[in-house]
Nanobody, 124 residues
Framework: QVQLVESGGGLVQAGGSLRLSCADS????????MGWFRQAPGKEREFVAA????????YYVDSVKGRFTISRDNAKNTVYLQMNSLKPEGTAVYYC?????????????????WGQGTQVTVSS
């Protein structure tokens, strides 16, 4: 059974950094593609970053390229999102998700499992 638990959110000033973590308590984490999504108040959930099962392929939304880095440690059943140079428009609830095909995908519909989310607030 896949259970995803995010951590690492908080309040940060613009220009600052945060590292989000998402841990899975199941036994199949290393076979799943993983993604990060975010949802700001009054807006739809949007794709942020994804990584394939091996970590060999990564994908980012254009607005975070060069500032965010997704990575994974399969030995720890954990995926990370390092966020640098944060902007106020990055304020949102951030969710991690797992997709069983292992490729990592930008579409939310491809993900079968979701965490509960962690709040990130970027002050100006």
């Amino acid at each position: 059974q896949v259970q995803l638990v995010e951590s690492g959110g908080g309040l940060v000033q613009a220009g600052g950094s945060l590292r989000l973590s998402c841990a899975d308590s199941g036994r199949t984490f290393s076979t799943y593609g993983m993604g990060w999504f975010r949802q700001a108040p009054g807006k739809e959930r949007e794709f942020v970053a994804a990584i394939s099962w091996s970590g060999g392929s990564t994908y980012y939304v254009d607005s975070v390229k060069g500032r965010f880095t997704i990575s994974r440690d399969n030995a720890k059943n954990t995926v990370y999102l390092q966020m640098n140079s944060l902007k106020p428009e990055g304020t949102a609830v951030y969710y991690c998700a797992a997709e069983v095909l292992g490729r990592g995908t930008v579409g939310a519909g491809g993900y079968s499992y979701w965490g509960q989310g962690t709040q990130v607030t970027v002050s100006s």
